[in-house]
């Protein structure tokens, strides 16, 4: 029997709604491929973000809704995206110029693992055409002047995604500046993890328990 949960994780949809309104005004913004993607349909009406893919695109607007999707209009995860009024679209020489020149902002990037000193270890040499192995990732985690990730707090074997140090190759050494998981906001400082969030329900001692490193709490 699988014991009932003592807390309610954040969703997909608020975990992005957190990151979005997380975003200050005016930034330029990478979303990384899967999870991070949701972002682009939870930005604030009013508040000015400019969504970048490195395949192309700067101007990204939300996911495209059911028989609006146009076949030639794709991000860098091969996802079906739309244009805001005045995007551009331009050679993925130039869009990784923006990002290796420190133009861009944040990303946001999914993870296997993130340390406590900020290390991420993100990609993987995928077996099938979905994903674009470790694609444009080394660049934006080293590139861009924010680095947030979206992931799971833990696999879905039940190990904890935070951790002292990462056991899989690293993405980038001390890239990583804040966490958003189902469980909590995180971030990553000098000192090591601090808590800024937690999902309803869940106590210190519990999330303590599902991640890898020591926690302090700084709570919002």
């Known amino acids: 029997m699988t014991a009932a949960l003592d807390h309610t994780p954040f969703s997909r949809k608020e975990m992005a709604d957190l990151v979005a309104n997380d975003i200050a005004e005016g930034w330029y913004v990478n979303l990384g491929i899967g999870l991070p993607t949701l972002v682009a349909d939870h930005i604030p009406a009013g508040r000015e973000v400019v969504l970048h893919s490195e395949n192309g695109i700067l101007g990204m607007g939300p996911v495209p809704g059911p028989n609006e999707a146009d076949p030639w209009l794709v991000n860098a995860g091969k996802e079906n995206v739309t244009l805001v009024a005045g995007a551009a679209l331009f050679h993925h020489a130039d869009s990784f110029a923006m990002i290796r020149g420190g133009h861009i902002d944040l990303c946001v990037l999914g993870a ?4 406590e000193t900020g290390d991420l270890a993100n990609w993987s040499t995928s077996g099938s055409d979905r994903t674009p192995a470790v694609g444009g990732a080394m660049d934006l985690a080293a590139g861009a002047r924010n680095v947030w990730v979206m992931t799971t707090h833990v696999t879905k074997a039940g190990q904890p995604k935070l951790v002292q140090q990462c056991r899989y190759p690293l993405t980038a050494a001390k890239a990583v500046n804040r966490v958003y998981s189902d469980l909590a906001v995180i971030d990553v400082t000098e000192g090591g993890f601090v808590v800024r969030a937690m999902a ?3 106590t210190q001692g519990r999330l303590q ?6 926690l302090t709490f700084s709570l919002r």
Do not use: K, Q, V
């Open 112 to 115: 296997f693992e993130i340390a």
């Open 209 to 214: 328990e599902l991640t890898g490193a020591p």
């Open 200 to 202: 309803p329900g869940m």
